[in-house]
């Protein structure tokens, strides 16, 4: 059974900084592509970051050049470090491995 759990989502004030965890079981984690979402309330869910099976990363022009993602194979987890976070960035954060989805984490920022 695979299991994809998100952790590490707050509240912060504007410019602060979170990292967020996503860790995995039940799969070959090392294999896949791993992404990270996020859903804001009223609006549609849309890709933030994504990592691949190596250390390609893509990202959202949002929030390049403020979030990171990477992943420790060793231990089955891809993380979301973002830092200079502004209000817009409130959202739940889901992180994605194969076709499995986690519950997601809130993030909210407070300006």
């Known amino acids: 059974q695979v299991h994809v759990v998100e952790s590490g989502g707050e509240l912060v004030q504007a410019g602060g900084s979170l990292r967020l965890s996503c860790a995995t079981s039940?799969?070959?984690?090392?294999?896949?592509?791993t992404g990270w979402y996020r859903q804001a309330p009223g609006k549609e869910r849309e890709l933030v970051a994504l990592i691949r099976s190596g250390t390609v990363t893509n990202y959202s022009d949002s929030v390049k050049g403020r979030f990171t993602i990477s992943r420790d194979n060793a231990k089955n987890t891809v993380y979301l470090q973002m830092n200079s976070l502004k209000p817009e960035d409130t959202a739940v954060y889901y992180c994605?491995?194969?076709?499995?989805w986690g519950q997601g984490t809130q993030v909210t920022v407070s300006s």
């Open positions: 994605r491995v194969s076709v499995y």
């Open positions: 039940g799969l070959t984690f090392g294999v896949y592509s």
